[in-house]
C-alpha cells in the first residue's frame, strides 16, 4: 500500500470514522490548517481555545487512529475584516506558532477581497518571514486571478521566500500564472462538487507536470471527502500518468515542502489503538 500524507484537511469538523477510513487507505500524516469554524468569532479567547485544540487534542485523536497530526496556525481570511480583533490575536498568536505540533502559518489569504483582509494578510507573511515559517495561502473561492493579484501585491510588500509558501485552491484559471509566476508550492484542492473534481487535477497536472504541485481533499463541514486524495490518485493511473507522478502526489511533494519546518517529523509507523467497547 502506497503511504498517504493529506496536507490539508480539517479534521476538527470531521468524525473518528474518517480516521480510520482514512488509515486503511494509506495515509499516515496530515496537516490541519487554521480555518472558520461557521460563524465569526467575536473574542480572542475562542481562537486561543481552537488554536489549542486542534494542536492538542486534535494531535492525540488522530495518533489513536494511526495518523500523525501536525497544524498550521493563522487567523483565517473568512473573519479577518474585524481589524481590531485580528491584530488582538496576532499579538498573542506567538506561544500556538512555537508548539512542536505548528509546522506552517496558515491558512492566510483572501475571501472577499478587501483591505483589511489585506492588512491581515500581510501580517501574518511577515511573522512567517521574521520565524523562517511555511506558509498555506487561501486563494478565494470565486475572483481567483483577481486574488492572485492581490497575493502577488502582498509577495512584492513583504518580499517573502516563495519556496516556503503552498499557494492552495487553484483551478484551471490560476496555475499557470502561479506556477510560472512565483516559486510558490501550488496546491489542487479536490472537492466531489464545488471545486476540482479528479478528472480536471489529472489535465491540470498533464498539462503542467507534477513538480511544485500539491493535491489535497481540504474536507471540512461541507460537501468534502477526506478520500480525495486516493481518488486522484487512481484517476490519475486511469489517465496514464506514470506511478513517479503518482509518487509526488501521494507523497514526494508535500514531503518535501512541510521538511521545510524543523519540527515536521512524521510518525509514518504508527498503528491504531485498539479499541475497547465498555459496557454501562
Not at 495515509?27 to 460563524?39: H, K, M, N
Not at 500523525?68 to 485580528?86: R, S
Not at 490518485?233 to 503518482?246: F, I, S
Not at 514531503?255 to 491504531?272: I, V
Request: aromatic share 10%; net charge negative; with cysteine.
Amino acid at each position: 500500500m502506497r503511504t498517504l500524507i493529506e496536507p490539508h484537511i480539517h479534521m476538527y469538523s470531521r468524525t473518528t470514522d474518517d480516521y480510520q477510513a482514512m488509515y486503511a487507505a494509506g495515509f499516515r500524516a496530515c496537516v490541519e490548517p487554521s480555518f472558520w469554524l461557521g460563524s465569526a468569532r467575536r473574542h480572542a479567547g475562542t481562537f486561543f481555545d481552537y488554536f489549542e485544540n486542534i494542536l492538542s487534542f486534535e494531535a492525540s485523536r488522530a495518533e489513536r487512529f494511526g495518523i500523525d497530526h501536525y497544524t498550521a496556525i493563522a487567523y483565517n481570511p473568512k473573519e479577518a475584516e474585524n481589524t481590531a480583533l485580528v491584530d488582538e490575536v496576532l499579538d498573542g498568536i506567538a506561544p500556538y506558532l512555537d508548539h512542536p505540533r505548528c509546522v506552517a502559518i496558515g491558512e492566510i489569504g483572501f475571501d472577499k477581497l478587501v483591505e483589511p483582509e489585506y492588512h491581515a494578510f500581510t501580517r501574518q507573511l511577515r511573522m512567517a518571514k521574521e520565524r523562517d515559517m511555511p506558509v498555506l495561502i487561501h486563494i478565494s473561492h470565486k475572483r481567483k486571478p483577481e486574488c492572485l493579484d492581490w497575493v502577488l501585491r502582498g509577495f512584492d510588500e513583504v518580499q517573502p521566500d516563495q519556496r516556503k509558501i503552498y499557494l492552495d485552491h487553484n483551478t484551471e484559471d490560476t496555475i499557470a500564472r502561479a506556477l510560472a509566476g512565483t516559486d510558490c508550492w501550488c496546491g489542487l484542492t479536490v472537492y466531489p462538487i464545488s471545486k476540482l473534481d479528479p478528472a480536471r487535477a489529472s489535465a491540470i497536472i498533464r498539462q503542467h507536470g507534477a513538480n511544485r504541485i500539491i493535491v489535497s481533499g481540504s474536507a471540512d463541514w461541507g460537501i468534502s471527502d477526506p478520500l480525495s486524495m486516493v481518488k486522484v490518485l487512481e484517476q490519475l493511473r486511469a489517465d496514464g500518468h506514470p506511478e513517479a507522478t503518482l509518487q509526488k502526489v501521494a507523497f514526494d511533494n508535500p514531503n518535501a515542502f512541510y521538511s521545510q519546518s524543523p519540527k515536521w517529523k512524521p510518525r509514518l509507523d504508527l498503528e491504531p489503538v485498539p479499541i475497547e467497547l465498555r459496557q454501562p
